[in-house]
């Protein structure tokens, strides 16, 4: 149940996750935060489409937003992009497992080949 | 309002921004102790509450404010060139990134309407690691752009509330 209620929590986060501009539009703030005219113009699409994925990521709570002026200023937040990641976290583990797995078997397989590569290359220096 | 340009590689972090003040008045806002403290900052963000200087090649500088939680932090330095007012080069250890030395450069360039000021903030080669801690250089542009366009200070801001 434990897990179940960490896969719920990052839904919103999952959903606004997979659109490519809202990817791109976090990717931009990693190096800071903006305000929402220059994130605008650092995408070819319109300002209020910029608008409605910014929504999204506020809500999912994946960037966070406070005025300056009249401007509104966004900034990632980390702590759902924590859960995300310890989300992922085990399944990490269980690639890890996977290539673990894939370097035995490639190293064994190796292993068996070994015999006959060696005759090649002796083959190779007897032509020299 | 002038575009802030943000721009980065591995050892460096480059924020810009074009303010209508001649450099002059803008490199006065960034050494005037009474000045830095008039611009740095915004209720619920951070706040330089207190800046020193000595304003000499080799002299030292620092900051005490507070953060949006309370906590208070400190930043200090040492001019390593003065060129007013173009150019401004020291070194930037804070608080909260324990020992790590770093160093600010501000380039001020005048310009048709004013100035374009650069902040390069660089030595994150050799602390990667960091890079996330100075995520707020556009901001304090703007907050500098604030006080020099319209006198904007840090008092009649008003308060940051996360949302």
Known sequence: MRNRSLTYATGKAFSALADPTRRAVLDLLLRGGLPAGQIAQAFPVSRPAISKHLRVLRRARLVRMHRLGRQRWFELNPGPLK?????????????????????????????????????????????? | M?????????DEIVSEIRIAAPPERVFQALVDPAQVVQWWGQAGI?????????????????????????????????????DPPRLLLSTWVATWTG?????????????????LVRIRHS?????????????????????????????????????????
């Open chain 1, 83 to 128: 859960t995300v990641d310890l989300w992922l976290t085990r399944y990490r583990a269980f690639w890890q497992n996977e290539l673990s797995s894939l370097k035995h078997f490639v190293e064994a397989s190796q292993a068996k080949e070994l015999p006959s590569r060696g005759k090649k290359n002796e083959n190779k220096k007897h032509r020299r």
């Open chain 2, 2 to 10: 002038a575009a802030i340009q943000q721009t980065s590689n591995a």
């Open chain 2, 46 to 82: 951070y706040r330089c509450t207190k800046f020193e200087n000595n304003l000499r090649v080799g002299g030292a500088w620092r900051t005490i404010g507070v953060d949006g939680n309370g906590h208070h932090f400190e930043v200090t330095g040492e001019y390593l060139e003065l």
């Open chain 2, 99 to 115: 020992d790590a030395k770093t160093k600010v450069r501000w380039e001020l360039e005048p310009s048709a309407n004013g100035t």
């Open chain 2, 123 to 163: 030595g994150f080669a050799s602390h990667p690691e960091l890079t996330q801690a100075y995520r707020g250089w556009p901001r304090m542009l703007a907050w500098l752009q604030a006080l020099l366009e319209k006198g904007e200070t840090v008092e009649q801001r008003t308060p940051a509330s996360w949302s």
